[in-house]
């Protein structure tokens, strides 16, 4: 790591295709937005030598991405790829949208890389998707470290962040989370701010200074050493808390100094195996400059002390018809594994499918084997079919670099695989497999819309498609109830970016109208109605007659006809007839234009013509008699009621059930979690739950989860019928 007190020798670039599994490090960058992640990302690849001081790919000198400021913002809110190369490690860095409307983004890098760095500014602090983030990989057992980023802002304080951390994130161990470097700060400014200049090795006792825009390495003063030395024994206890030698705890507290190289190589064995979190600092280069401060030592813990793919778990594989399949972990000359973490269009080469490879290698022009499963409720076809792949590239920004082959453990994209969606599995043609999706958060926010006109209603069925391919967090529905269009999102920056994508990729203009819950309708009591469809015209005419009877029934129990009909009234070849025509009526509805539901019709009486009876004509009479039954009765209308779960840190728990309560909520329970959480278990209303993905959110300050689910239709309250029954009159 970079406390092995070496300067690295110049930059290695731009990274190729890996040669070897032990040769790649797949890093996630995870944050809040605003923390720092692309900026960082940026200096990386500056030290790197990836982009030269011009902010120039090393490629012929053109402009990079990161010059692009519209590409910068595409990039904050997705999640990109950036690769480069370090040691003759190649380092893929995948920096993740710090908005919570994107967590799906997050957790394709989360199942792509083999370790996490948490990105923390030492102005603003940790938030609760952060830690929730943090747990999410502690139960997997992820390596993560943290940088501590905006070291230059006036009130920033890398000491009191790095406790906070600990705190944070050390759980019941707050000695896994210490500092490797302490910054090192320059004279005073006029306003009374000491810039930080440099860092001090805990390890190493060795000073970094970067004031000029290059690493330079000097000796301590004997007035500094004092400074660092609660903060280098806190440190050295830390990591041989951790260490696989059992007796090297007690040697140290007899007394014995231990070895740097022997404390550096443990410290590297802890992280790599997630039981050691270590704290770093960084900053970007100045203007001219190189180096970004802590790059280099950030560049070295990741080669150094972040795992290998070798040593990441392959994800369950089975045959597409559900057996078990082992596999060795990330050899490149098993069968082909790769999953499609990322889909998205290019306007120069289509459509392009980041890939993880697990297992196997991947050549261009390969064909392979596209599995897709378990997403059919959100829009996405199961499908198996074999597709020949296009390019290989590594990606830079928008620049894609050609690879000829990608091995087992390394990331890549794939050119025009058309029916690739991320989520997706591929493999080899002839043995064909499937990886166990990844958890993705269920969409709760939903957006109604319609296309703008009738060229965009032509193109709006591909464009939704193709949409929904690119994010398997979206949920698409034909909603048959209300003949709606609906998009769940994950919340309203999700929604707008689904929006603009709409508009700029596949030129489909939509509109947002109101979104609809799918309501009913049922009779309050008893009720009778007569039928009389009877006409003259000349030649055949139309005679029907029929006398019904409504009563409700319990929940669940639909629509049931009963034939009661006695002396040939209604004859039997037009009872059928009779029944069609109710069962018609009851789905046009018989107040407000919802399905009507819960009810026994039963037929108690008619009249038929010898000549003028036919299908249709007493089809018609037991539609009108239903609605004659209707005009005399009480009609329900029922709403959808959802189970609502949310799970709310404790903190919260009176405002989240206030609100509930306030929504027509009735709260059936807590249970308490042994992470400082409750569970609410409460049924809600549909129609009082619309948003309550955007409010539940900004009542948390984002700690909040919560899942619903459909449980049953009930009567809406008097004042709220009324109200939808006079909007809906109005309506048509």
């Not at 000073?207 to 280098?232: C, H, N, V, W």
């Amino acid at each position: 790591m970079g406390d092995k007190a070496h300067t690295h020798p110049g930059a290695a670039g731009r990274a190729q295709a890996a040669d070897h599994p032990t040769s790649v490090r797949n890093v996630v960058l995870v944050g809040h937005s605003g923390s720092g992640k692309t900026t960082l990302v940026e200096a990386l690849a500056l030290t790197a030598g990836a982009v030269n001081r011009a902010g120039r790919v090393e490629d012929g000198g053109t402009v990079s991405d990161y010059d692009d400021i519209e590409h910068r913002q595409q990039r904050s809110v997705q999640l990109s790829l950036v690769p480069l190369e370090w040691d003759g490690i190649k380092v893929n860095l995948l920096d993740t949208p710090g908005y919570a409307d994107f967590v799906g983004e997050l957790r394709a890098g989360l199942r792509a890389a083999d370790a996490a760095l948490f990105v923390v500014s030492a102005s603003d602090g940790v938030d609760g998707s952060t830690r929730m983030v943090w747990d999410e990989c502690a139960a997997v057992g992820m390596p993560r470290a943290i940088v501590v980023t905006h070291l230059e802002a006036a009130r920033a304080d890398f000491e009191g962040m790095t406790r906070v951390c600990a705190e944070t994130f050390g759980g019941d161990d707050p000695d896994a989370v210490l500092p490797l470097y302490l910054p090192l700060h320059g004279p005073e400014g006029p306003d009374g701010h000491a810039p930080v200049t440099g860092l001090t090795g805990l390890l190493s006792q060795k000073l970094f200074d970067y004031s000029t825009g290059e690493r330079k390495e000097s000796e301590p003063g004997e007035d500094q050493l004092p400074l660092i030395e609660e903060a280098r024994g806190r440190l050295i206890e830390g990591i041989i808390a951790e260490s696989e030698d059992e007796t090297l705890m007690d040697r140290y507290l007899g007394g014995e100094q231990v070895d740097v190289g022997t404390l550096v190589e443990d410290l590297e064995r802890a992280v790599a195996r997630g039981a050691f979190f270590p704290v770093l600092a960084a900053a970007p280069a100045a203007d001219g400059a190189r180096q970004g401060l802590g790059t280099v030592e950030l560049l070295e813990l990741i080669t150094g002390g972040f795992p290998t793919p070798l040593e990441h778990g392959t994800p369950s594989v089975t045959t597409v018809d559900g057996r078990p399949r082992e596999l060795k972990p990330c050899d490149p000359d098993a069968p082909l594994v790769a999953e499609v973490v990322k889909t998205s269009s290019d306007p120069y080469v289509g459509r392009l499918s980041l890939i993880r490879l697990f297992s196997g290698t991947l050549r261009a022009d390969q064909t392979v084997h596209v599995s897709g499963h378990g997403l059919a409720d959100r829009g996405h076809e199961d499908h198996d079919v074999d597709e020949r792949i296009g390019a290989l590239s590594t990606p830079f920004g928008k620049q894609q670099r050609p690879v000829s082959h990608v091995i087992a453990g390394d990331l890549a994209c794939v050119a025009k695989l058309s029916r690739a969606e991320t989520g997706d599995t591929l493999s080899a043609k002839d043995d064909p497999l499937l990886m166990e999706p990844w958890d993705m958060p269920d969409p709760l926010l939903p957006l109604a819309i319609q296309a703008h006109s009738k060229p965009d209603e032509d193109k709006l069925s591909q464009g939704l498609s193709r949409l929904v391919a690119e994010d398997p967090t979206m949920r698409l529905e034909q909603n048959q109830d209300t003949h709606q269009v609906v998009l769940w999102c994950l919340g309203e920056a999700h929604a707008d970016v689904a929006l603009e994508r709409l508009r700029s990729r596949y030129g489909v203009r939509v509109d947002v109208v109101p979104h609809r819950v799918s309501l009913r309708e049922t009779f309050g009591g008893k009720a009778a109605g007569r039928g009389r469809h009877v006409k003259q015209s000349g030649g055949h005419g139309q005679f029907a007659i029929c006398e019904i009877e409504v009563e409700p029934l319990p929940n669940g129990s639909g629509i049931e006809f009963v034939d009661k009909v006695v002396g040939g009234a209604v004859p039997r070849q037009f009872i059928p007839s009779v029944e069609k025509g109710v069962r018609a009526q009851a789905v046009k509805g018989v107040a407000a234009g919802h399905p009507l539901i819960d009810v026994r019709v039963t037929l108690l009486d008619g009249k038929a013509h010898s000549v003028d009876s036919s299908d249709a004509a007493f089809q018609t009479a037991g539609a009108l008699a239903l609605r004659e039954a209707a005009s005399d009765a009480r009609i329900h209308l029922l709403e959808p009621v959802a189970e609502v779960s949310v799970l709310i840190g404790d903190d919260y728990v009176g405002p989240v059930m206030s609100d509930l309560s306030g929504r027509r909520g009735r709260v059936l329970g807590t249970e308490q979690s042994p992470d400082g959480r409750t569970l609410i278990k409460a049924e809600v209303p549909e129609i009082e739950i619309g948003r309550y993905a955007v409010d539940l959110r900004s009542l948390s300050h984002g700690t909040a989860r919560f899942s619903r689910r459909y449980a049953r239709h009930e009567p809406m309250p008097p004042q709220v019928a009324e109200r939808v029954k006079e909007e809906s009159r109005t309506a048509s």
